[in-house]
Structures are given as C-alpha cells and as structure tokens.
C-alpha cells in the first residue's frame, strides 16, 4: 500500500493506488496540471507540446502569485520632456495573475498620439465603449503594463496527410508587454486635481478599494490629464512592492504591508509637491489638501507657530504634543507606527478626540543631548491654532482663557523654556529631497511600554553611594532637606535619588546638590517617574564645569550663604551652567558682579530676571 508519510517530494504511483485513493476521495486531480508523458516511438503532435508549454507557465504564475504581485525593481514614471509625455524606466515586477512583466530599456509615451492605446484598451476591454477621444479627453488614468503575447517567423508547414497541400504558419510565439491607460472613475466630480488626488489617496489606503485595476495587469503610477497634458504623476497611489501583499499582522485586519508602505511614500511626494508650491515655512491645514494621513510622516515645520507654539496642521480636536527626537532613531519610530490605521481626516470631532498625535523634531545625534538637556520638560503640549472656537471649547480650555486683571505682571518663567524649543527648531534637520520638516507618528491608545523609554538612566555606583552622600550632605548643610525628601519618596524613587545626588558631576558643588533638591522637591508625587524627569536636567556629559568657573569668580557660591539658596530655589541651575560654561573670562566675571548685586538686594524676583535675561541671550 501507498505511504503517504514517507518517500521523496513527489511519489510516482501506479495506476491502481492512483484509482484507489480517488475512490475515497483523497485523491485531488487539477486538470491545469497534466504533462505528457514521453516516451520513444511516441507519435507527438502539435498539442502535445503545447501542452507541455502551457504546464510550465501555469506553474510559473501560480509560483508569483504565491510571492504577490508587484513591483520587483525599477519601473518608475516620471515626467517626460514634454507636458503631455511620461518616462517609464527599466525594470520588472509581477502583476496578480502571476504573470512576469519586464522592461529591459527607458520608454517614452507620448500621450497626445494616443490612438494605438485607444484601440489596444478596446480590445483588451480595458476602455468603455462609447467613450470621448482620449487626445481631449481630462481625468485620472492608471500607466500599467500588460503580459501580451503574439506569433511570428513564419515557416512552411508540411502537410500532415498525402492529399494536403503546404501552407504557411507562424513558428516563434513572442511574450512582450504592452503599456495601457486604464481610465480611473474616481469620486472627485469636478474637483480640482489636488482635491482628485486626496480623494483618491483616501479611497484607496483608508478604504482599501482597487477598482479600475485588472489582475493581468501590472499598475505602475496614476495620472491627472488635462487635455492630453499632464497635471501630476502619483506612483504609489496605485504602485505596490512585491513580497509584501500578502504581509498582515496576525490576521486582524490590518493592511497589508506593501498598502501601508505605499500610504507614506505617496502622502511624502504629495506633500513635497504642496511644499514646492506653497513654500517651506508655509501655514498649512492638512485637511486643505489630504482626507487621511498615514500613521507617521512629515509636517510642515511652518504649521508649528512658534510665537505661542500652536499647531494648524491636524484638526483640533486631536491631542498634539511635541518633542524631540536623534534623526537617526526616526525611521525605527516611524517603523513601530505603521502597524497603527491611517488617520482618517473625514471622520468627526468625536473620532478626532480619541487620535493622540506625537510630533517629533529630528536633530543630529551630536546636537540632541544638549537640546534635550534646555528643555524641561522634553514633551510639551501643541494646541490648536483655533481654541476659542465656542461649539469645540471645553470647560478647562474657557478657564485657561480668562486673564486675571489687577495684578503687576511677572516674568514668565516658561520664557526660556520657549526660547530653547524656538533654538531646538534651528537644529531640525532636512529628511524630505531638500524641505525641513517635522515628523509626526499616531500614538496608541493604550500605552504597553513605559513612557519614559529612552531617558537617563541613573547610574549606581557601589554599595557605599549613600554613606558617602550623607557625609557629603552633612558638610554642605543639605541634610535635613534630604531627609524630607527621602520620606515622601517610593523605595525605587529613594533609591534613584541616592544615586542621582552621588553623581561625580554633582557632588563637588553645593548649588548643583541644593538645586537638584529643590526641583526633586517640587514635584508633587517622589516616585522614580519624577526622579528621571529630574535627572533628565541634570545629565549634560560636561554638567558641574561651568558650575566650577562661576563659584570661581563668586566664591560666596561655595558656601552655605543667602545667595546660594536663592539661586537654589529659582530652578534653572543646568541653564545657569551651561551658561558660565561657554562665557568668556571677562564676562562671566561680570555676570559673577551682576549675581551678586541683585542678591545684596534682597530681591528673588530681581536675581530670576537677572538670570532668565542672560540665560535667553544664551547662543544655541
């Protein structure tokens, strides 16, 4: 008996195993897979071998379509020399049906003599029948190449019985691919191309819908005509990579790969092509030329207004915060993103309020430690550039907008705070062909890893770290406020303090110990979340020298006076820092006499002006 279990990939049976296997019906026949059977003083015919040819190519479509349909290599569509002609570049990929489709040299369609195409699309049927002349005709159009075959060479033929007579028939069948239009019946009516074109985008990523496309033909770009010119080239709204069709995330309804890919490639040239025309610092609303986003991609950097850092570009419902981020990590973050669904700008308000955006900044490596270092915190809030819109303002937001009235103003102690974001803003670098842009990538509902991923991680010396410290606090009279803090703090949290407070960058100066403190003390709940947020301040490699050089010149800083407590409590002690550090000798003495002379008047508010003045003159 036949032994299913066992033998080489494919068992050869004889005819009564075969007979008995199909009895119990486990046997499965495909009749697109017969080979003729040679053998010597077989009489072939011509079917015989035509058979033998069409089992080999039905193997070999069924073998692409199960790596998916695509594009291999090459095969772009630019913009010819004239306004009514395309470029199609050299390259193959593998249209749905399995098909192989190749181009091996650069081809130039001009689309105003068109009337082989119109005659090739109405025999393909890829052209309704009656339809406007093509060479007037405006609208979308799919450029996708199609498999054709046709015979050739033509031989005598020799008659196949005594009475027949010679004939002529073609010997060579030629394999060949043939460009068509195919047209698009988008939903866009008489919307101008730009609107066309984000209608589109949306029906095709948002709603995944592929109409107009034929499985035997390979889409290459989609265009916009206008009598016979072209307004637009768009690859990716119709172009796919093969390999990655058929990728999906564990079967929950997620787009495919190659889908989601194309999204951001697409919206990335779409949005190019609005930054070329409306200026790279331009104003821009999403909405005005998109109805939905991939989940990461770039923004204009002008739709971020840095005069009170509201943001125009995504509707206002949405939550938007900003920060900073290395640009060599930005693909690894946009990667993690993309498992995300598209941000749909057609849904309402409601849906709009459940979408958190995360807009990144992208600096070089060499510049984000000290950026990250001026801003406390990394992350902050980019509201709308409309909130006073009363149907949309919520309670918190119309309490937010009532300005009190009969006090003296103060300084603003997010000024610098402002500035630095302002200076960060000069560092971002140019990541789409030439334009400066933000990033941004959707953010999940449900957070899985902890927020402060990627942050400082404190480091813990020895066993000895807090015997040392509280010698050290001992001698600098910071005891007792260590003690405090130590009583409110969690296990984790206490034991990040030690550590943080016996850095080697801290410990030889007093004011960087007493500022440490009071910032740890001002933060409402002492768990390890605060104590990162405050070790992120102080983490700067060459945090404590400018320190050195500023008690230097004011040596009172040394010591348990009034000075160094007010300074202590002001805040901005790593900002001070980094300012001494980079001061020449003879300014930074006379910043030293400046300090000094506002403590002798006895005026916190006048030392924190002093010092909020000079740090905002600080070069970026």
Not at 373 to 382: F, G, H, I, K, M
Not at 450 to 467: K, L, Q, W, Y
């Amino acid at each position: 008996m036949f032994n299913s279990t066992q033998g080489s990939a494919r068992e050869r049976l004889n005819k009564d195993q075969a007979e008995l296997l199909r009895h119990r019906r486990a046997l499965i026949i495909n009749d697109s897979r017969i080979l003729s059977q040679f053998f010597d003083g077989k009489f072939l015919t011509a079917n015989d071998l035509t058979r033998e040819q069409n089992y080999f190519l039905s193997r070999q479509a069924d073998l692409g379509q199960a790596s998916g349909g695509g594009i291999v290599h090459g095969l772009l569509v630019t913009e010819g020399a004239t306004a009514g002609s395309i470029i199609i570049h050299p390259g193959h990929g593998i249209t749905a049906a399995g098909e192989l489709v190749l181009l091996d040299e650069e081809l130039t369609i001009n689309l105003a003599d068109i009337a082989s195409i119109q005659q090739l699309n109405a025999r393909l049927g890829l052209s309704p029948l009656p339809s406007e002349p093509l060479r007037t005709r405006s609208g979308l159009f799919i450029v996708a190449l199609r498999p054709i075959e046709f015979t050739d060479n033509p031989i005598a033929s020799y008659p196949t019985s005594i009475t027949g007579t010679r004939t002529v028939e073609d010997s060579d069948i030629v394999e060949a691919v043939v460009v068509t239009l195919i047209p698009y019946a988008d939903r866009g009516g008489n919307a101008d191309a730009g609107q066309r074109r984000a209608a589109v985008a949306r029906e095709l990523f948002v709603e995944r819908g592929r109409r107009g496309v034929p499985e035997n033909a390979l889409p290459l770009a989609m265009i916009a005509l206008e009598r016979r010119f072209v307004r637009w080239i768009d690859p990716y709204l119709v172009r796919r990579e093969a390999g990655a069709v058929h990728t999906n995330f564990f079967g929950v309804g997620q787009a495919p790969r190659a889908l989601r890919e194309a999204h951001l490639i697409q919206y990335q040239q779409h949005l190019r092509d609005v930054l070329e025309e409306r200026g790279e610092n331009a104003r821009i609303t999403a909405a005005e030329h998109f109805r939905a986003l991939p989940p990461a991609g770039p923004m204009p950097i002008g739709s971020v207004n840095l005069d009170d850092f509201t943001q125009s570009y995504f509707p206002v419902e949405m939550d938007v915060q900003l920060t900073v981020v290395p640009s060599d990590e930005l693909a690894a973050v946009i990667e993690e993103s993309l498992a995300l669904p598209p941000i749909d700008l057609t849904l309402g308000g409601d849906e709009h309020e459940t979408t958190s955006v995360l807009a990144l900044l992208p600096v070089e490596r060499r510049d984000w430690q000290a950026i990250r270092t001026s801003l406390s915190p990394v992350v902050r809030q980019l509201r709308p550039v409309v909130p006073g819109l009363v149907a949309i303002r919520k309670p918190i937001q119309a309490l937010q907008l009532l300005k009190p009235v009969g006090f003296i103003p103060v300084a603003n102690p997010g000024a610098i705070v402002d500035q630095n974001w302002r200076n960060a803003f000069g560092h971002v670098v140019s990541l789409l062909d030439g334009f400066r842009t933000l990033w941004y990538v959707r953010r999940r509902n449900t957070e899985i890893t902890s927020p402060f991923a990627g942050v400082t991680v404190i480091p813990r010396d020895d066993e000895g770290n807090e015997r040392d410290l509280n010698d050290r606090m001992k001698d600098f009279g910071l005891q007792p406020s260590l003690t405090r803090l130590r009583s409110r703090a969690t296990a984790e949290a206490g034991a990040g303090i030690v550590a943080l407070l016996s850095s080697s960058k801290l410990v030889p100066s007093r004011l960087l110990l007493a500022g440490a403190l009071e910032e740890l003390g001002e933060e409402k709940t002492l768990d390890q979340s605060a104590v990162l947020r405050v070790a992120n301040r102080f983490d700067h490699p060459k945090l404590g020298e400018g320190m050195r050089r500023l008690e230097e010149a004011l040596p009172a800083l040394k010591k348990d006076s009034p000075l160094t407590k007010r300074l202590a409590g002001i805040g901005n002690l790593p900002e001070l820092d980094r300012l001494a550090r980079l001061l020449p000798d003879d300014e930074l003495r006379e910043l030293a006499k400046q300090i000094e002379a506002a403590a002798k008047e006895k005026s916190a508010t006048k030392l924190k002006r002093l010092l909020e003045r000079r740090i905002g003159e600080m070069p970026s």
